[in-house]
């Protein structure tokens, strides 16, 4: 149960059109208009930097629909403050509805990203800058806007597909949402040509490149189920000069941002007030820890993507990886606090809150376990597969699998992309791709009545409401938020929400 607001309709009608009312056509003398902006190639530059930027607004939140909707991670419950248990509390509890708050943003900043994407191509079809420089920023464009609409169509199914802007206010209300099967072909078509477009190399760190709209065309191969087309996309991938950090540590390491295995990632920088810091060790420190995590005392983290007792089951005995990313609690003031916190983004910094960690996108290890996936699931493991599977394992400090059926091969990948990937934003999506409906909500519900019966972290003797961790099929997808149904009577609700 899930909410979303009416951007949609705010940003197509007052961001993307100009408004025909004389008192609206005075010029701000401080503002360059729109329509005086994109005249050469530095303009464009601020313009792609500025969708980049918007990617960090998406990526501070998205943990909340990605792990914690999931059976990765819980929350620190605070029974003192339920602020939000109608918001992002919801995502945990299987209870989300259309007025959700947290939905309304999520619609929202997809579309007023691809806004801004879709008027700049637009402008930039337009232009005479250099032909190189223009080839490279229209495949960032696209491969961002096929990022946004592949989120987009995994939430919420059918969704409303715009790719130019508008030039009357009332096309607005004439919108409606375009079948999956439209979605899917506009993102496959931004990414071969992004693929094409884009660089084997970026010349600024953290810009997209040909390897990163190759692993994120694989990925939705992958999510269709075409999985001769994943395995041939992915294996591009693999000679583009990616490989396997030494030390699974240096993945979020700040000091070692974009390194070799790193395809895309999203960009913050902490240690000054430019605001374009993280502070996802804040997000996810339990509540009461002040500054035995953070390292700043009289600091009020938000327990938020607590890891489950699941999830730190989920670690064979020997994998690097658990100490790396999570630690089973905190000392302060001497005594041990057994809540456990999501501790891969947890490194030293010199201001209180503005941390400067990244946010990994695309790994070249979710390439080699696509890749491993996408051949079993083909045609069952072979060799090749095995390979794939088994560096992410000796990387981790597990021993090689072999000799495998089908299924128990697809069962070693998946709980291996769960504990490789955990809390980088994957189980969601890996959850719905390869469980159908009745599945999921089947998974979901036996996840729920593990929780309630042993809650990972303590609830100060709250119970549990009676709808609380009661999954339904029809949650596979989001609903589309009730305002956007309210502005635009064409809109529809998707199946089981009021």
Same mark, same amino acid.
């Given at each position: ?5 009416? $951007? ?16 609206l056509?005075?010029?701000d ?10 005249q ?7 313009a792609?930097?500025?969708?980049y ?8 939140s ?10 990765n ?12 248990? #109608?918001?992002?509390e919801?995502f945990? $509890?299987?209870t989300?509805n ?10 929202n ?5 691809m806004?801004?994407?879709? $008027? ?5 079809a ?19 806007r096929?990022?946004?609409?592949f ?9 409303v ?16 949402r ?29 810009r997209a ?24 996309t ?5 000679s ?12 979020f390491d ?13 960009q ?10 993280s ?11 002040l500054?035995?995590?953070t390292?700043?005392a009289n600091t ?5 993507n607590?890891p ?14 658990k ?10 003031n ?8 999501v ?9 209180t809150?503005?941390?400067d960690?990244?946010?990994p996108?695309l ?11 996408s ?7 072979? #060799? ?6 088994n560096?992410?394992r000796?990387?981790?400090?597990l ?13 070693a ?18 959850l ?14 036996a996840?729920?009545?593990?929780e309630?019966?042993?809650?990972t972290?303590?609830?100060?003797g ?21 305002p956007?149904?309210l ?11 009021l």
């Amino acid at each position: 149960m899930k909410k979303i607001s009416f $951007y949609i309709i705010l940003s197509l009608c007052l961001t993307q059109i100009s408004c025909q009312e004389d008192f609206l056509k005075t010029t701000d003398p401080t503002r360059i208009g729109r329509d005086l902006f994109y005249q050469n190639q530095t303009q464009f530059e601020q313009a792609l930097n500025g969708v980049y930027g918007q990617l960090q607004t998406i990526t501070n939140s998205a943990y909340i629909q990605q792990e914690m909707m999931s059976d990765n991670t819980t929350f620190d419950f605070d029974p003192l403050n339920r602020g939000g248990a #109608a918001g992002w509390e919801a995502f945990e $509890y299987s209870t989300v509805n259309q007025g959700n708050g947290e939905i309304a943003a999520l619609w929202n900043n997809h579309y007023s990203t691809m806004y801004n994407i879709n $008027y700049a191509l637009e402008k930039l079809a337009a232009s005479k800058i250099d032909a190189t420089a223009k080839s490279v920023l229209e495949g960032e464009f696209k491969f961002i806007r096929a990022y946004h609409y592949f989120n987009l169509v995994r939430y919420f199914g059918d969704v409303v597909l715009a790719t130019k802007t508008l030039t009357n206010p009332n096309e607005a209300f004439d919108l409606v949402r375009s079948p999956q099967a439209d979605v899917y072909k506009q993102i496959l078509a931004d990414l071969a040509d992004a693929s094409k477009l884009l660089p084997a190399r970026a010349t600024l760190r953290g810009r997209a490149t040909q390897g990163a709209a190759l692993s994120l065309l694989g990925k939705v191969y992958l999510t269709q189920k075409n999985y001769a087309a994943a395995s041939t996309t992915l294996k591009q991938v693999t000679s583009l000069g990616y490989a396997l950090n030494a030390n699974y540590k240096d993945n979020f390491d700040p000091a070692k941002k974009n390194g070799v295995e790193s395809i895309f990632e999203v960009q913050y920088q902490g240690g000054n007030d430019l605001g374009e810091q993280s502070n996802f060790m804040y997000l996810f420190a339990p509540r009461l820890s002040l500054g035995a995590i953070t390292g700043f005392a009289n600091t009020a983290p938000s327990g938020r993507n607590i890891p489950t007792n699941d999830m730190i089951k989920a670690y064979e005995a020997g994998d690097v990886r658990k100490a790396i990313s999570i630690q089973e609690g905190y000392t302060l003031n001497g005594k041990f606090v057994g809540i456990p916190y999501v501790s891969k983004y947890q490194y030293t910094h010199t201001i209180t809150g503005r941390t400067d960690n990244n946010w990994p996108v695309l790994r070249y290890a979710d390439v080699l376990l696509m890749l491993a996936e996408s051949i079993n699931e083909a045609s069952g493991p072979n #060799a090749e597969a095995y390979d794939y599977l088994n560096q992410v394992r000796k990387r981790a400090g597990l021993a090689a699998v072999d000799g495998l059926s089908k299924d128990a091969f697809r069962t070693a990948v998946l709980k291996e992309r769960r504990v490789e990937l955990a809390f980088e934003n994957h189980r969601w999506f890996d959850l719905q791709r390869t469980l159908t409906p009745s599945q999921l909500t089947a998974f979901m519900n036996a996840h729920g009545a593990i929780e309630k019966a042993n809650p990972t972290v303590a609830r100060g003797g709250i119970a549990f409401n009676a709808l609380d961790y009661v999954y339904s099929d029809f949650e596979y997808f989001l609903p589309i938020p009730a305002p956007q149904i309210l502005i635009n009577k064409k809109l529809t609700q998707n199946q089981g929400y009021l």
